[in-house]
């Protein structure tokens, strides 16, 4: 771009747009001004906010910390220089005050601003506007001068030509009068137009030449000279402007070190925080006396005077010594389990430790986090270790070394179409909700409360102990919501701490959701274990055909019983239900997981309501105990 270049030399006569600058940049600088007045309302706005919200903290601070520093019954006497000696309430204290300060710092930004950039800008506006103003009344009063020197060249013209109108009138006269005895008098009048038409033109030439050389100042010196004016007010203007400018970003740097200021001592304070410190502070506020509460010891019951001592005559005995297998089989499942948790307890540990000490090693949340899931999960493994030991060694010592016989039979829960006489107790067993256990190798029957009070002498082939014969055992259907899948479809995962420890009744409800059906003939019963139905009924399915045809319901009155499993029909809302697989209709029903989850690598189809359809993928847990799971079958395992 050109340097030096001046208005006057440049911009001949355009005193308008020149002017018309100079009123665009008074204009920006009101936008300007505009501005700052409302960063101003909105400093002191946000500082109000701030001083509110200083104050909220403050009167917060002073209701909890000393709950934070010394407890909410400290056993020693404390006062608020106890509290001051915290680092957390000094952090915290420092904290609150910074908010506060910088409240008054912005309030005096405010007020800086105000008055040195958005005042300043006004004042400069104000006297650049006027001074425009007087440049734009000189411009008028130069046009005003020039037209009228313009105007008497024009009337002197107009004179002269009309003195030269009036000499030509004069000479006809005189022509006319030559024998006539006016004819001196027409002459004399005559040279009087000639020297009146002369003296007219030579006014007309000496306003020609006023006007030219009023032009010629008007626009070589005039014009230029008020154009450099404008362009000198201009170049004041833009100064001043910037010089204004210029204090309002000083103004905010100053502000801006402040609030850095204010920050740079809450992080001090915060860097000085000493939870060590603190922690000992609270401790010596709160030092108690202790004393570990008793172990229990054995209360008799007020109706049945007993010893504390454990009962060893045979039939306790058995039931001690089945429990005993049970604790150490589950023992056994949970000892590797157990020291591979601690391992990754102790490889956890010194992970969080390595990323605290070098935060650049990674997320320390996350690890943290996984060392916390991995602590949990050993301290439940743990309990369940110590619950099966103290279990195992009060048996131990009640049984004296004698553990009975080693052939335990293999127990799964099992349904009843038809009464089956229980192997130990004689009584009748029946029931589609699983009132009894079948021994999977011997097949043997009980009731499920009956299943430890057998004693361990499985004979390891059907029908050939306690009377049990192959049509018994044929009766009966396998269970019904734990299933059987071949052990080589599956990937074993990490079990849970629940697999060992028996769960309390009440963490397994039996509350599920029964599928509706309508009756479509009339149907009388003929045993205790039947249900009077009526064509049209709604009832609700409680069990499956099994494949004996026949089917639980519930009438609307409460009643329970079987029926033909082709005298009933899905209502509408159940018919996609009931094209379910076996798996999915009866994912109601609940049983003992041992929390060992595996997952399908093949797909496989049921070949029977004891067997469990698997997808690949799918996911379906291992039931629990020394003949569930991995140890139901050769070649089989059980899951749901």
Not at 64 to 91: F, H, I, R, Y
Request: with cysteine; charged share 25%; aromatic share 6%.
């Amino acid at each position: 771009m050109t340097t030096g270049q001046t208005y006057g030399r440049h911009l001949p006569d355009q005193v308008d747009r020149i002017s018309s600058l100079s009123d665009a940049q008074l204009d920006l600088l009101s936008d300007i001004r505009e501005l700052y007045r409302e960063r101003v309302a909105l400093e002191r706005e946000y500082a109000t906010k701030l001083q509110v919200l200083s104050k909220k903290a403050g009167d917060k601070k002073a209701k909890k910390m000393a709950l934070l520093v010394v407890g909410s019954e400290p056993t020693k006497a404390w006062d608020e220089n106890a509290v001051k000696q915290s680092t957390l309430d000094n952090a915290y204290t420092q904290l609150i005050a910074s908010i506060a300060d910088a409240a008054q710092d912005h309030i005096n930004l405010a007020d800086a601003l105000n008055s040195q950039v958005a005042d300043a800008l006004k004042s400069v506006e104000k006297k650049h506007e006027e001074r425009n103003k007087k440049q734009m009344a000189f411009f008028q009063k130069l046009l005003a001068d020039r037209d009228r020197v313009y105007s008497d060249r024009t009337k002197t013209k107009q004179k002269y030509d009309d003195e030269c109108v009036e000499v030509e009138t004069y000479r006809q006269k005189q022509d006319r009068a030559v024998d006539d005895r006016h004819a001196d008098r027409a002459a004399k009048q005559y040279g009087q137009q000639q020297t009146d038409m002369m003296n007219a033109k030579n006014t007309y030439l000496i306003s020609i030449d006023i006007a030219n050389k009023t032009k010629e100042k008007f626009y070589s010196t005039d014009l230029p000279q008020l154009e450099d004016q404008f362009q000198s007010l201009q170049t004041q203007l833009l100064t001043q402007f910037i010089k204004i400018l210029l204090q309002a970003q000083t103004l905010h740097s100053s502000h801006l070190e402040s609030l850095k200021n204010r920050a740079s001592s809450v992080q001090t304070a915060l860097t000085q925080v000493d939870p060590a410190k603190d922690q000992d502070l609270f401790i010596d506020h709160n030092v108690r006396p202790f004393v570990a509460p008793g172990d229990w010891k054995f209360e008799p019951c007020q109706s049945h005077y007993d010893t504390g001592e454990m009962n060893a005559e045979p039939a306790p005995k058995v039931f001690l010594q089945n429990k005993l297998s049970r604790c150490k089989t589950k023992l056994q499942e949970l000892a590797p389990l157990l020291q591979a948790k601690r391992s990754e307890v102790d490889r956890l540990s010194k992970l969080v430790t390595a990323y605290t000490n070098d935060g650049s090693l990674g997320n320390l949340d996350e690890v943290t986090d996984n060392y916390l899931e991995a602590h949990h999960q050993l301290a439940a493994y743990a309990s369940s270790e110590s619950i099966l030991k103290a279990e195992i060694d009060t048996i131990v010592r009640a049984l004296a070394g004698d553990e009975g016989a080693q052939q335990p039979h293999s127990f799964k829960s099992s349904s009843f179409s038809i009464p089956t006489q229980c192997g130990y107790c004689k009584t009748s067993i029946w029931g589609l909700s699983k009132q009894g256990k079948t021994c999977k190798v011997c097949g043997l029957s009980v009731h499920s409360k009956c299943e430890l009070k057998v004693p361990a002498e499985c004979s390891g082939t059907r029908g050939s102990r306690h009377g049990a014969s192959d049509s018994a055992s044929l009766s009966r259907t396998s269970t019904t919501e734990t299933t059987r899948s071949r052990g080589s479809e599956f990937i074993i995962q990490t079990p849970t701490p629940s697999s060992f420890v028996q769960p309390h009744a009440s963490t397994h409800p039996q509350a599920e959701s029964h599928p509706a059906a309508i009756v479509l003939f009339d149907f009388s019963a003929t045993s205790p274990f039947e249900l009077d139905v009526s064509e049209g009924m709604s009832v609700h399915v409680l069990e499956e055909d099994d494949g004996s045809g026949w089917i639980k319901v519930s009438n609307p009155n409460g009643g329970k019983g079987l029926v033909p499993a082709s005298y009933i029909q899905y209502t509408e809302a159940q018919q996609a239900g009931a094209a379910d697989p076996p798996q999915i209709r009866k994912a109601g029903r609940s049983s003992a997981g041992s929390g060992i989850h595996v997952r399908g690598v093949y797909e496989y189809g049921a070949q029977g309501s004891d067997e469990l359809g698997v997808q690949v993928g799918a996911l379906i847990e291992l039931t629990a105990g020394p003949a569930g799971g991995q140890n139901y079958a050769d070649g089989w395992w059980e899951g749901m």
